[in-house]
């Protein structure tokens, strides 16, 4: 099977950075598209940014030019900078993978366990 893991949250302070990091394993035909997802507190599950495999890069309004999304295909992850938190940035950040098994046809939506990212004022 095909597991995705979440490493990189915490607590911080409005202004700090943290670096998110999601690791794939398991039986891995190709790797396809990446994302990162986030859930604050009652608010909606939204897309935070995403990789293609080609390398396009997508953000959500709120974040663009304070996260950076980045990939390295050797080691099977995917990264997330963010630097300047806010408050409005707590929640828990979800990896998200678009994944061919090896012993499969088709590609596959995968998804992490959650990491917890608050951010103080």
């Known amino acids: 099977q095909v597991q995705l893991v979440e490493s990189g949250g915490g607590t911080v302070q409005a202004g700090d950075s943290l670096r998110l990091s999601c690791v794939v394993s398991?039986?891995?035909?190709?790797?396809?598209?990446m994302a990162w997802y986030r859930q604050g507190p009652g608010k909606q599950r939204e897309s935070v940014a995403r990789?293609?495999?080609?390398?396009?890069?997508n953000y959500v309004h709120s974040v663009t030019g304070r996260f950076t999304i980045s990939r390295d295909n050797a080691k099977n992850t995917v990264y997330l900078q963010m630097n300047s938190l806010k408050p409005e940035d707590t929640g828990v950040y979800y990896c998200?993978?678009?994944?061919?098994?090896?012993?499969?046809?088709?590609?596959?939506?995968?998804w992490g366990q959650g990491t917890q990212v608050t951010v103080s004022s």
């Open positions: 398991g039986s891995i035909g190709s790797i396809g598209t």
């Open positions: 998200n993978g678009n994944i061919r098994r090896r012993a499969g046809w088709n590609y596959e939506i995968y």
């Open positions: 990789i293609d495999n080609t390398g396009i890069i």
